[in-house]
């Protein structure tokens, strides 16, 4: 298994597209979180929560860090939305998924609990080997290089064996430098970090060949697997 491609999955905004509002509502109960838990302002929240994701990459780690905030809380709190209701299940991501030939994991700044319940709004829980959330990152998020090893670590992955998509920019960064074949959801080709660039993560077979382990014929595409691509999208290289 170790041999075997990982294909590393983002959750928000990258497993579903930013026109799903469930990030943007996550991301006001965060504010909401840091206004009553401090007892500040908004402007002030805002400004704080600046300030802590350039030091530490998240609000959690921040509050942790110099509030004493316990994760539990926290996580409880921002997460509690009614995923169903907001999140569409997509057959589309599904039929993708199910053609990738190798394992298939999510790694996400989120908890594990959040990500399961958006994977099963989806309709894709079933289809992933494993779900690694802010938890397993010991609260330390991306960007931060050492939630990357350890992924890697524990699923006995080699860097070059590995394809991470994303739709954070700065995110790519560190499992690129790791040996990884990236590819950025919704981003744009000028200056970008990736090897390849997918409007939507349903795209991912459009730049699949670009993967070594296909490339040289590790199974999949190159060897004859057949993939289902959202229709009206287009997938770039860099």
């Known amino acids: 298994m170790a041999g075997d491609p990982l294909f590393i999955f983002d959750l928000d905004n990258t497993l579903y597209p930013p026109e799903v ?31 802590f994701l350039a030091e530490f990459g998240t609000t959690l780690r921040g509050l942790m ?11 409880e709190y921002v997460h509690d939305v009614p995923i169903p209701e907001i999140v569409p299940p997509r057959p589309e991501l599904r039929r993708m998924l199910s053609g990738l030939p190798g394992r298939r994991v999510v790694f996400t700044n989120g908890s594990e609990r959040y990500a399961r319940r958006v ?15 802010i938890e397993f990152m010991e609260y330390i998020a991306k960007p931060s290089p050492y939630p990357y090893e350890k992924l890697l670590r524990v699923t006995g992955a080699r860097g070059e064996d590995s394809l991470f998509c994303e739709d954070s920019r700065d995110n790519l960064l560190p499992a690129r430098k790791l040996g990884m074949f990236t590819v950025w ?8 970090p ?17 993967f070594p382990p296909m490339a040289r014929g590790n199974g999949g595409a190159a060897g004859g697997a057949s993939f289902d ?6 997938g770039g290289m860099e």
């Open 21 to 51: 509002t469930l990030w943007k509502i996550v991301d006001r109960r965060i504010e909401e979180y840091v206004r009553e838990k401090l007892g500040v302002a908004p402007e002030s929240a805002r400004r704080m929560r600046k300030a």
């Open 65 to 75: 860090h110099h509030h004493g905030v316990s994760p539990a809380e926290y996580l």
């Open 119 to 133: 994977l099963d709004a989806l309709g894709v829980s079933g289809l992933m080997d494993g779900v690694y959330g």
């Open 185 to 192: 959801v919704g981003g744009n080709g000028e200056g970008s």
């Open 194 to 210: 990736a090897h390849a660039v997918v409007k939507d993560v349903c795209d991912l077979p459009d730049v699949l060949h670009g």
């Open 229 to 234: 691509a959202a229709p009206g999208k287009e």
